[in-house]
């Protein structure tokens, strides 16, 4: 879904969340991407009361103010087009962005 997302960014994402509600991504056409994201424990299981099943994660982070992170690795992939987009823009070098290329992020 995020093929770009890296070490070094979900370390930033646990930098932003120090101190606040929590953090999470923002790709680059400035849409929260609340599947990649650091909360803080304590507000989440405070918030996790009743019958949750089904409901949507955003119904349980309601009213919390994450810090936004915006970046580069919040390219989201969710059909193919967003893959073809996706690959195009690795240009010659496929592994780029890759988990063969997270060590040296």
């Given at each position: 879904?995020?093929?770009?997302?890296?070490?070094?960014?979900?370390?930033?994402?646990?930098?932003?969340?120090?101190?606040?509600?929590?953090?999470?991504?923002?790709?680059?056409?400035?849409?929260?991407?609340?599947?990649?994201?650091?909360?803080?424990?304590a507000l989440l299981v405070e918030r996790?009361?009743?019958?949750?099943?089904?409901?949507?994660?955003?119904?349980?982070?309601?009213?919390?103010?994450?810090?936004?992170?915006?970046?580069?690795?919040?390219?989201?992939?969710?059909?193919?087009?967003?893959?073809?987009?996706?690959?195009a823009s690795l240009g010659d070098d496929?592994?780029?962005g890759s988990c063969a290329d997270a060590?040296?992020?």
């Amino acid at each position: 879904d995020l093929p770009f997302l890296d070490p070094a960014t979900v370390t930033a994402l646990r930098a932003a969340a120090d101190g606040a509600d929590g953090a999470l991504l923002v790709d680059a056409d400035g849409r929260d991407q609340v599947l990649t994201s650091c909360w803080t424990t304590a507000l989440l299981v405070e918030r996790a009361v009743g019958d949750l099943a089904g409901a949507p994660l955003r119904a349980l982070l309601r009213g919390l103010e994450p810090v936004r992170v915006p970046s580069a690795a919040g390219v989201d992939v969710d059909t193919p087009d967003d893959l073809d987009r996706a690959r195009a823009s690795l240009g010659d070098d496929p592994h780029r962005g890759s988990c063969a290329d997270a060590g040296s992020a």
